[in-house]
C-alpha cells in the first residue's frame, strides 16, 4: 500500500504570496490532519478532515485553511505569507478515530 | 485537555547502552498514547501505541514502552542503542474530541555515540 504523499516536497515563496500544498492519504483512510513544525514551536495542529468535512481547527490565522476531496485528498491554503510560516508542513491520514495517524514527509515551505 | 511533556531535549548514549525516553502525560481519561520517530528531512514514523490492551508496548526496531498510571508515565525504552537510532523522538496523546488530533511533546533528540 502507498503512504501518505505530499507535493511538492520543498516550496519557496516571498512574503505576500499565497501558496497551496497537497496531501494524498493512505488508500481507505478518510481522516486528513495537518500539522506545522517548526524549531521553535515544535508540532502544531493546524486542521483535521474527515468525509470532507472540518471537524477541529487549531489555533492558527484565517490565512490557513484547507479542504478534502470526495476522494480524500487534501490541500492546505496559506495566503499572505509571512516570514514565520517557513516551516515544514506535515501531513497525517488515518483509517478510523483513535487509530494511529501515518504521516506523509511533509513540504518544506520557505518564506523569503 | 490532554499533554504530554517530554524530559531532556537532547539525549547521548554511547552504541549499545540502553536508551531511554521520558513522557509524562497528562490526562482525565484513560488516555491513547504513542510514540514516533523522525530522521532528518522525513516525516513521522510510528515506533508503538498504547490503546489499554497491555501496559508495556512493544514497538518496531527493538524499542517498548511501558505505560504507568501511577506516575503518568509512558516511557520509551531500548536495551542497545545503535547508530541508526540517532533521530529526534516525539511522545503523542490524543485529543479526546469528536476530531483526530495529536497533541505532540517538545521532542527528544538521540544522539548515539560510537
Known amino acids: 500500500k502507498a503512504g501518505v504523499t505530499q507535493t511538492p516536497r520543498y516550496l519557496i515563496k516571498t512574503r505576500g504570496q499565497q501558496v497551496t500544498l497537497s496531501c494524498s492519504p493512505i488508500s481507505g483512510h478518510r481522516s486528513v490532519s495537518w500539522y506545522q513544525q517548526t524549531p521553535g514551536q515544535g508540532l502544531q495542529f493546524l486542521f483535521e478532515?474527515?468525509?470532507?468535512?472540518?471537524?477541529n481547527k487549531g489555533n492558527f490565522p484565517g490565512r490557513f485553511s484547507g479542504r478534502q476531496f470526495s476522494n480524500s485528498r487534501s490541500e492546505m491554503n496559506v495566503s499572505t505569507l509571512e516570514l514565520g510560516d517557513s516551516a515544514l508542513y506535515l501531513c497525517a491520514s488515518s483509517a478510523e478515530l483513535n487509530s494511529p495517524l501515518h504521516f506523509g514527509n511533509g513540504t518544506r515551505l520557505t518564506v523569503t | 485537555a490532554q499533554s504530554v511533556t517530554q524530559l531532556g531535549s537532547h539525549v547521548s548514549v554511547s552504541e549499545g547502552a540502553l536508551v531511554l525516553l521520558r513522557c509524562n502525560y497528562s490526562s482525565s481519561v484513560p488516555p491513547y498514547l504513542f510514540w514516533y520517530v523522525q530522521y532528518p528531512n522525513q516525516g513521522l514514523q510510528l515506533l508503538l501505541k498504547?490503546?489499554?490492551?497491555?501496559?508495556l508496548v512493544k514497538g518496531i526496531n527493538g524499542f517498548e514502552a511501558e505505560f504507568k498510571k501511577s506516575e503518568t508515565s509512558f516511557h520509551l525504552t531500548k536495551p542497545s542503542a545503535h547508530m541508526s537510532d540517532a533521530a529526534e523522538y516525539f511522545c503523542?496523546?490524543?485529543?479526546?474530541?469528536?476530531?483526530?488530533?495529536?497533541?505532540f511533546g517538545s521532542g527528544t533528540r538521540l544522539l548515539v555515540r560510537p
Open positions: 478532515y474527515f468525509s470532507e468535512t472540518q471537524r
Open positions: 498504547y490503546t489499554s490492551a497491555a501496559t
Open positions: 503523542a496523546v490524543i485529543q479526546m474530541d469528536s476530531s483526530y488530533k495529536l497533541i
